[in-house]
């Protein structure tokens, strides 16, 4: 590349780098492995993070920002191999390939393969970086065994140095079976800040509001980060709230710098929200908490429906959620001798706080520990009954976090109204639990 050539496209990253915050060394990996014409590509590079973490939108804005085909292809999409394969051929070889007129339907790995032989041998893809780019790539498993160990050797199957695939997932490279040499790129949560930045894309026009959003989202994100980093879901959250949020300085009701106003208005809102994040149909600016007792209604309804056990460990699940582990010993150890006397209204605030902060994320040791002190029976653990936590999982009554198999870690998805429901069933007190 010539002088000019690397100024011009140090000022496209920049460019990409504004739009893709906390996103810069993916960046630059990517372009410096693709971004060369005439250099040999690798073969296989994995793309893997959590969702919403700018995975597909960087290696799209990359691929734009150089002169290389490109084929991007959701897999969720293709349920056959040919909804797969034909799509790759049309975007590589510039509509070259005809599926009405070519007497060999791309419905198998070996046409895909025949067909980038025939433009190579024609040179129809000498010139340029020819790149495949995969979404989603678990779901390849579907259509086949061999189709994800075929992309892996598509360069050696084709003889095309030109050529790389892009696998992009929210699964570990290793729980894949590679069997060949592949570059991996990891995509991390988005801290803090960067969320900030993304959030004040969606600023209002309105010259008056501007200041009030920001203030909002800094206010939002101390709330809500804590409970989820999930961009989708904040973004989600957010557009439901801040309408609530900017109502009363709408009505003259509360002055805008009024902070403390805005706060206290919002703050049952903000709760209703943050039992109910992740959860389907919740949302909207209107009428959020009426949609929240809809939805709250239908598990409880679900939850009384649960087997003897799964009750027991979706008590045990939201006391983990709403009590601190330091008060564990106090709770549910007879003998755990005398308690410190502290200040009443302190404790109060201490309890608001952790009530507006919503549920918080607990191990299966400390699940399994509550399960057994409220238990009145002892009941052996195994494989049946480790299944009862599973199969709250799947209902979303708990919602489990990370991929860690050796300590897994979870969050009770259900209220102190559901909680009750099912607790009268048993004949059980769970409010004797709660810290007050």
Known sequence: MDFEDVVMASETIESLNEMTPGRQKQIELLFNLLGTPGDPLPASVYVYG??????????????????????????VECYTARLLLEPILQKLLDDGYNNEDSADKCDNMMVLVKQLRIAAHKGQLADDHCVIVLDNCERLFELGDHYFVAFQKLQELTSLSNLCVIFISQILPEKFCTVVPYIRIFFPQYNKDDILNILMRETPDSEDEKDLFKQFLVFFLDTFYLATRDLNELKHQMIAIYPKYVEPVKTGRIKPTDTHGLYKNIAPHIRACLNNVYLPGIGGTENANSKSETVLTTKILQSLDLPYYAKYFLIAAFLASYNSPKEDKRLFLKNHGKKKKRLVQDQKKENASKELLGPKIFTLDRLLAIFYAIMEEKTPLNANLLAQISSLVELRLLVKLGEDLDKPKYKCAVGIECVEAISRTLDFNVRKYMVH
Not at 55 to 75: H, Y
């Open 50 to 75: 959590d969702a919403a973490t700018g995975k597909t939108q960087v290696i799209q804005g990359v691929l734009s920002l150089t002169s290389a085909r490109f084929a991007l292809v959701n897999c």
